[in-house]
């Protein structure tokens, strides 16, 4: 008695495969997706968390201060295009912009205009630093060396290397209360990743996807608008 042998014929094989490669193929892009949208959220996150410390100290600062002036020869705020600087009579703040860092990065030397340390004393570099300061020390010698004693660094390195990339402050004389000695200030300030090539031109957005600089994985750009109001301490 013969009997038939029984298999897979070729065109049953092929698309067996077929449909093999096609479930891998899917299970590859869905891997790789999850992979992305894992990446942007720890982005986002370090960005976030970030923003929270700087918006939560300041607030902590400055609602502990007296009344200072950001304007005219008095001026406690200096904000230059590779960084600034924030008195509050307390402590200070100083900062270089993600556009400087990136610059000294790859150059590796640090920049005239520049907030820098004492090269005697440390070669670190600023990112987002606060000092005590009563006498606002740092606000009239502007171009002055900064020591590196007792400073805290509120804009570490991370995972994904964030700047500070614009920093703005504002009062209202008209809010001011003669009374209290209390003022509102509006602090609005933007912190991000320091990617300059998937940043925007003016470093407050990131590139679309469509761009081929982009990298949205990588990329998180975020703008932090706190108002604070100080004490009645007369200073």
Known sequence: MNHARKGFTLVELMLAMSFLSVLLIAIALTIIQ????????????????????????????????????????????INQPWGGRLCTGQYSYIWNYGTTLDLMARTGTTRANSNLYDPNVSTNTIRFIKVEDSSSFYCTTANGFISPVGVIELLRVGDRDLALHSFRITSDPLARDAATRQALYAISFIIGTNDQAALASNSSTCRPPRDTASNVNYCSVNQFDIVVRTSNAVQ
Request: aromatic share 6%; no cysteine.
């Open 34 to 77: 999850i992979g992305n949208m894992y990446n942007r959220g720890l982005t986002l996150k370090e960005v976030n968390q970030a923003g929270r410390t700087v918006s939560a100290d300041l607030q902590r600062t400055i609602s502990g201060s007296a009344t200072f002036d950001i304007s005219g020869a008095s001026t406690r705020f």
